[in-house]
Structures are given as structure tokens and as C-alpha cells.
């Protein structure tokens, strides 16, 4: 598709409210026939969308009946639109083509593409490659996608000799056909986003999609010790890379073990020292191992690798430590929003250890994150939807060191009261990771993070 196609066609977007669909309006609206916009929102609650149909009469029109579909010869999606959605099936029906924002945005983007997914690490690792190659390279880096600015919206100022760094979510891979990048990489797999998808299996396919088109030319790096990534070998026809902290016993990657990061390039050579690192825990490691492994194929120096990783600061809301003197240490991971990721966390400390968590319940697996509870935390908060769930889960497991609460302000007053009471020998961990999504309390992990900060500064300056 170019320009010239474009011109002629009359487009629909679905999710027009967002970030996303305000970056999809910008870039077509001076490049198609007609565009109509659909939001679950009702249009009075989207002022900046009111204005710009106003400004534009005959060429936007602001819809709710899903026939009107049938007008369009496309339909461009936001990411926040489930795979089942009612607008979704009604152009499956009429067979109009569906396809991403990141698809629409490929069709004009001639610059390198390195793209990033996985269940848990995709911001981290994007952020860090992004430092790195920004750093090592005489290049500009553009850094976009899930990470904050929608790919559409780098289209108009990227230059060819431009690399873009870009972190995809299952949302965004769901819908594309021909998008390729040059590099791409699957961190890790869990089961997640089962409410947006229809089945698991539609999650975890959207998240191989991003190495379908790729050739010979191209790279994918796969993380060698998830036995559902590394099955996607046999599919991949570009150049494969591994990651690994379980086996080195491949031709080109990365593998690490307790003490340091080596690149394998037909033969294993010390790249990083993992106790230089700046970032706490194993999944940290692996997110570094990652941004490293493209880093040194980009030809970036270990030097500048090793300066980069050993001084980064963590991205708000992802084991960002907010407090810390000589009894305890306090540590929000908001952003930890399913059960693989609060069980890394937890994994990234020692006994004493104070976890408080919880959040809305997606129906998904606890199992190996009760039995690391049981295993690691001194003491548990549970808060949210999932708390009832939770709760039983340990008094099956005989684990009684519990406190079910109703919200993050009487979680902090029996942190405080835990601290204060109990002697422990050792510096206590206290770790909000929630194993959950927000939105059963707050809008996002971003104001749920803020609200903890909020309530530990209160109660412990």
C-alpha cells in the first residue's frame, strides 16, 4: 500500500479515543477519501475528537452504528480494541480488511525495524537497547510502539538511515500481515491478556506473528530456556539467536550464569559482570542479555554496553526502589500486572520478605506463585479482586501469615505495624508487586504505583 492507495479509499478507525487513534486521525487525514471514527466512549467525552470532525466536515464523521462499516474499504485498529469486539466481527463478516496501526505504519517506513515482545521485560529491554544503540551508534534511535508513542506517529519524521526501536504487544501484532522487522525478539511467554484475546492460543500466536514475515536476511532472537518460545525454531526462517541461562550449547547468542553475561560467537567470551549491573533480579539479567545480544550485533562496543547497563535507572513502577534505610528497603513494581512477573520479583530477594499484592482477576494460573509466596514472603497483603482467590490458595497450603485489606492505604498501615513490631535480624524487603491488573482499583499500574509511593511516604518520612 502507498499513498496513491490510500487516496482512495474510505477508512474506518476503531478506538479513535486513545493515544493511538489520535496519531492514526493525524496521519490519515490529509491521505484518504473519507475516514470514519468509532469509540466505545460516547463522542461527548472526547472533546479533542469533536474538534477535529467540526474542522472537518465531509472528510470525518463521528459513528455508532456498526453498519456504517460496510462503507469503508479498511478498517485500522487501536490496540485497546479486543479480537472479539463487536465492530471487529461485523467487518470479519463483510470481509473488510483489518489491519494494526503498526501495519499501516510499516507500509511507509523505510528505516531498520528492531521489534521487541514478550510477556514480562518488553519496556525494559526496549528502553536499555535504545540507550545503548543511542549511545554506540552514530545513528538516531527512535524509540516507539507500546512503549509510549504509536508507531504511526514516527512515520512523517523518520529518515531512512533512522533505526526504530520498537516494543510490540500481543494488541498490536494481532493484526498485522506483510509488518517485517529486521531484528526481531520474544523475550519470554507466560498466559496473559486472556480477557482481550479469545483464547490463549490467540495471545501467544499474536505474539509469534512478529517473526512471520521475516526471510534469511533478517534476525530472531529466542529465549532458549521457554520451551513454548524455543518451539518456534522450526518455524522461523530468518538467522536465530538464543538466550539463555540454562545452556550455551548453540552457535551465536548470549548465555549467563551467576556471575557473568557472555556473547557466543562460535565461542563463549565474557561480555558483562552481572554484579556490576545496576538493575536487581535474574529477569533484569535476561531483559540485559537481550538489549545486549542486538546491541553487539548492531557492532556496539562492549564498553559502552557495559557503561550503559551498569548505570541505568529503572523505569517508574518496575522494582523502582522508593525508600530505603538501615532497617528496610521498600520496592513498587506496579508494573508487574500477571503472576510471572511478582514471582520474578520475588525471586530478585532474600528473606525477610514483605509482599503486598492484588488486583483485578483474569482467570489466570497462581499455582507457581503460591508456592513462591509459601517459599520466600514472611508476611502477605492481598488486596483486590483477587485477594478471595489468593486467600484460599494459602490457607490450602497451610499458610497463615496473610492480611486481606481493602485498599493500598490500610496495606501500608499494617506494613508500618509489621516493621515497627517485628524484629527481624535482617533488612526487610518490602515488595509491592501486584500479580495483577489495575483496573479493578485504578485506571492504570501508573496511579495504582502512584497511590502506594503516596501512602509509604506518608506513613514512613
Known amino acids: 500500500m502507498d499513498i496513491d492507495d490510500l487516496r482512495k479509499l474510505d477508512v474506518a478507525i476503531i478506538g479513535s479515543g486513545g493515544l493511538t487513534g489520535k496519531a492514526l486521525i493525524n496521519f490519515l487525514i490529509n491521505k484518504v477519501n473519507s475516514m470514519k471514527l468509532f469509540d466505545d466512549k460516547e463522542w461527548q467525552y472526547l472533546p479533542e475528537i469533536l474538534r477535529i470532525a467540526k474542522e472537518n466536515p465531509g472528510l470525518i464523521s463521528l459513528e455508532k452504528d456498526k453498519s456504517k462499516l460496510r462503507e469503508v474499504g479498511l478498517v485500522v485498529v487501536s490496540p485497546g480494541i479486543p479480537e472479539n469486539h463487536i465492530l471487529i466481527k461485523e467487518a470479519e463478516k463483510n470481509n473488510i480488511p483489518i489491519i494494526s496501526e503498526v501495519e499501516l505504519a510499516f507500509y511507509f517506513i523505510e528505516s531498520e ?5 514478550g510477556t514480562n521485560g518488553k519496556t525494559t529491554t526496549t528502553s536499555i537497547l535504545s540507550e545503548i544503540l543511542t549511545k554506540g551508534l552514530s545513528k538516531n534511535i527512535i524509540t516507539a510502539g507500546n512503549i509510549g508513542r504509536p508507531l504511526i506517529g514516527t512515520v512523517d519524521i523518520l529518515n531512512k538511515d533512522d533505526i526504530l526501536v520498537v516494543e510490540l504487544s500481543s494488541f498490536q501484532l494481532r493484526f498485522i500481515k506483510e509488518f517485517k522487522p529486521k531484528v526481531a525478539a520474544f523475550i519470554n511467554y507466560s498466559p496473559d491478556h486472556l480477557d482481550w484475546h479469545i483464547s490463549e492460543e490467540s495471545y501467544f500466536n499474536s505474539k509469534a506473528a512478529i517473526f512471520k514475515n521475516q526471510t534469511e536476511e533478517d534476525i530472531a532472537i529466542l529465549n532458549y530456556d521457554d520451551n513454548k518460545v524455543l518451539a518456534l525454531n522450526n518455524s522461523i526462517d530468518s538467522k536465530i539467536f538464543y538466550v539463555s541461562n540454562k545452556n550455551c550449547e548453540f552457535d551465536k547468542g548470549i548465555y549467563y550464569d551467576d556471575k557473568f553475561i557472555y556473547i557466543i560467537d562460535n565461542q563463549k567470551d565474557k ?16 531483559n540485559i542479555a537481550f538489549a545486549s545480544l542486538i546491541s553487539y550485533h548492531f557492532g556496539v562496543s562492549s564498553d559502552i554496553i557495559e557503561n550503559v547497563v551498569n548505570n541505568y535507572k529503572a523505569e517508574a513502577h518496575r522494582l523502582e526502589l522508593i525508600l530505603e534505610n538501615d532497617k528496610f528497603q521498600i520496592y513498587n513494581d506496579s508494573k508487574a500486572t500477571n503472576p510471572h512477573a ?22 489466570l494460573n497462581y499455582d507457581n506463585l503460591i508456592n513462591q509466596i509459601i517459599d520466600k514472603c514472611d508476611y502477605t497483603i492481598l488486596i483486590g479482586e483477587i485477594s478471595s482467590i489468593i486467600e484460599d490458595k494459602l490457607k490450602d497450603k497451610n499458610y497463615e501469615n496473610f492480611y486481606v485489606v481493602d485498599d493500598i492505604e490500610e496495606s501500608v498501615k499494617i506494613i508500618k505495624n509489621l516493621v515497627l513490631t517485628i524484629n527481624f535480624t535482617e533488612k526487610i524487603t518490602i515488595l509491592f508487586s501486584p500479580g495483577a491488573p489495575s483496573w479493578d482499583m485504578f485506571p492504570s499500574y501508573k496511579i495504582r504505583g502512584h497511590e502506594f509511593i503516596k501512602h509509604i511516604k506518608r506513613e514512613f518520612d
Open 113 to 117: 525495524i528492531i521489534a521487541i515482545t
Open 271 to 286: 561480555l558483562l559482570s552481572i554484579a556490576k549491573i545496576s538493575l536487581k533480579g535474574i529477569h533484569n539479567v535476561e
Open 342 to 363: 511478582t514471582g520474578a520479583a520475588i525471586s530478585s530477594f532474600s528473606k525477610p520478605l514483605v509482599l503486598l499484592m492484588g488486583g483485578q482477576d483474569r482467570n
